[in-house]
């Protein structure tokens, strides 16, 4: 508020003094304080700089609305009207000497342009565009200005209006925008000018200013003070305005336009001030209410059937598009908006609208995965490279190559839908990794919308000024990146998360209820377990357990929904989720709590519902010890060959009968053999298999097709060492890096045949089976690659003590380590070699002479 004493216009909320000189007040004469020291265009909150520009302000100093008339009386509007013309006319007067300071600073703009093309310039023609940068076109603006308001003065009725003119001066802000940008620049070139050359300091200190029409007076200002002018008139103007809807009807035709004009003035003054100071956020809505800052987060948006990452900014009246633009190093953060919906004007688009949706092109998951164990790689170097001596120029070099792949995963990750449609527009496509974001988005959005919208169309300069309000608003600054991260920020978890989802309560009425549970990792969130449909109740006890790979991972969500029956509204898109969220939370995996060894039970609340879950963790290191069973009877943990010479088979039984339950049912399972099994599951039937239950068939028959797959890769999983051997581990590591393809062929066959009989019969029928999984790509998704990600360490990762010896030992950020993406390889290299028969492969010996 102390600001406010040191403003050149003294009676801002009461009736302003139109005298002769306008607006200019006391101190604006030379653009310089009271102190003689320059000041700049801007407000500052320190009581030294003054003059400044200023908007009304409220006791919090933040800019206020107009206050209507609480109602002229009848006998008061011809009072009101006669004062409004007053205002108009004092604000006239005014404008004529503005006009005549502008020529003035015109007039010796001919003579210099015609002196910078001789041998002698007085300027050259650089420092007159940057000294006289604008003043045209202001000129310009305020004459048309002018000439069209003093007629309406002239033949003044209380039927006259003005607002459309004072809307249309305030529309073309945009120019004084430009000319404050450029104000300090010219100042400091002028005074260069003047000291290097006789001739412009004369012409500078001496310009001459005409009077008032009827009057004969001139008067000598200086070229600085001039120049200071543009930057008073914008803060006269606004007081001007106020002043006018004091003295305007509410139902006269000039309020609504007036009141625009007013926020539009006060939007700019807003922005000018915020280059300075950032606590003035407040840019007003049509209705005059402060436009806040809702949500805003980095979204993938598909424009012109290509992904482009924006930043997505929700208001309280409109969403707003942005992207980012390429500035120069040094130079502040600046935003380009790419389009803005008005909430009043927003829907969220059904699948039966006549808008054709863009086609959305999905990578194959095998190339998300390679990316992943880029990264890792990159992880793991920038890790070494920092215990280096010198290390440190090239961890900036690989930091900068991960963020770039970290950004790519980021923008070709996503995959579901999220529609905004603007009902007398276009639609716009944006894709998520999770329906958990878009139902927050969606929330927000809806909430908001629940209020009295008035459609808001924003300037050219207003959407300008909302857009470069963005920088400092922004709640997300950066893209979860691991770049954009402090070295400090905890990594996450590495392991596997065990989590049994307990019951639920608080549903109104009874439904088909289910939960999904969904981790971060590489920066979004992934589904990755969902329990079974509970039919028809209000309070589900699904009691099931799943067990999640964390890849870095430092949250959990439990997503709860109503199964949705209705085949009319399925979407023909694959990846719409058309279930209705009932719930959603998100907990911290908080590394302390997690690792106890014990369950540690926890509740989400989520719009009124309880969901009742706990969870324990196992760290990498633990979970991949192949650890012998101490029942050598059972065969889970029990050597491959001690099972297959008790049962008499050439491929143990567990393995032959998940293979075929799976090929029976699963085969057009969407993920299957990625997506987790329910845990208790899953150890039901080991312990069947463990104990030769004669009631194996009739559970695999009954028994969720998840569950068995799981069971399978926890069989190969627990083998007290790797089905393709300890052995021959280094072997196969270094014949998938050969780079001729008949050396590889030749070595990768000979390892083949170098494996065990029941260890060779095993994979071959295990591979037959994934391919022919993977001949169902279509329909369940699942590449050869997907299936070598998923089976390739479990076949090939070392037993504990073989990875002590050739220090194979995975750090906890070693998931998609150099070991990990060789296993994948060689897997994905016998799927993807023609059939290979047993007895093919003894027969053709003499093909194979490396020695292993």
Known sequence: MDALKQQPVKQQDSECNYNTDGYEGEGAEDGKSQDGSETLPYIDESPTMSPQLCVAQGPDGEPISPTPPEGLHEGDLGKGLEMKKLVLSGFLTSEEIYINQLEALQLPLRPLKATATTSQPVLTMQQIDTIFYKIQDILEIHKEFYDALSPSIQQWDEKVTVGHLFKKLASQLGVYKAF?????????????????????????????????????????????????????????????????????????????????????????????????????????????????????????????SSRKLRHVFLFTDLLLCAKMKKTAVGRHQQYECKWYIPLADLTFQ?????????????????????????????????QKEKKAPKGQSRV?????????????????????????????????????????????????????????????????????????????LRTVHNIPVTGNKDDEESSGLYGFLHVIVHSAKGFKESANLYCTLEVDSFGYFVSKAKTRVFRDTAEPSWNEEFEIELEGSQYLRILCYENCYDKSMLNKDDNEIVDKIMGKGQVQLDPQTVQSKNWQMDVIEMNGIKVEFSMKFTSRDLSLKRTPSKKQSGVFGVKISVVTKRERSKVPYIVRQCIEEVEKRGIDEVGIYRISGVATDIQALKLAFDTNT??????????????????????????????????????????????????????MMHLLRSLPEPNIMTFLTLLDHLKRVAEKEPVNKMSLHNLATVFGPTLLRPSESESLKGQHIMSATDIWSHDVMGQVQVLLYYLQHPPISYAELKRNTLYFSTDV
């Not at 797959?709 to 050969?738: C, H, N, Q, S, V």
Request: hydrophobic share 35%; net charge negative; aromatic share 6%.
């Open 694 to 747: 004669k009631d194996i068939l009739m559970m695999l028959s009954d028994m969720d097709i998840n569950a068995i797959a799981g069971t399978l890769k926890l069989y190969f999983r627990e083998l007290p060492e790797p089905l393709l051997t300890d052995r021959l581990y280094p072997a196969f590591m270094e014949g998938i890096a050969l780079s001729d393809p008949a050396a590889k062929e030749n070595c």
């Open 396 to 472: 900036e070099r690989l930091r900068k190559k991960m963020n770039e792949q970290e950004s790519w995963l980021l923008l070709h990750s996503p995959t579901i839908p999220f529609r905004v449609h603007n009902k007398h527009g276009k639609t716009f496509l944006f894709l998520l990794s999770s329906d958990y974001e878009r139902s927050e988005w969606r929330e927000s959005i809806q909430k908001l919308q629940k209020k009295d919208l008035q459609v808001c169309i924003l300037t050219t300069y207003e959407l300008q000024v909302l857009t470069n309000s963005c920088v400092k």
């Open 180 to 304: 404050v940008d450029n104000y300090k620049i010219a100042l400091e070139t002028a005074e260069k000018c003047s000291q290097a050359n006789i001739q412009f300091q004369k012409i500078s200190e001496n310009l001459k200013v005409k009077g008032p029409k009827d009057s004969k007076d001139c008067s000598t200002v200086s070229m600085e003070a001039l120049l200071y002018k543009p930057i008073d008139r914008v803060t006269r103007s606004t007081l001007v305005l106020h002043d006018l809807l004091k003295h305007t009807p509410e139902d006269h035709p000039d309020f609504p336009l007036l009141q625009d004009a007013l926020r539009i003035s006060q939007n700019f003054l807003s922005s000018i001030n915020e280059e300075i100071d950032p606590r003035r956020t407040a840019v007003t809505t049509p209705k005059g209410e402060a436009r806040q800052l809702v949500k805003d987060g980095f979204l993938v948006e598909v424009s012109e």
């Open 350 to 382: 059904t699948p039966d609208d006549s808008d054709p949706c863009p086609s959305i092109q999905v990578l194959p998951e095998h190339e998300i995965e390679e990316m992943k164990m880029k990264i890792s790689v990159l992880k793991n170097e920038i």
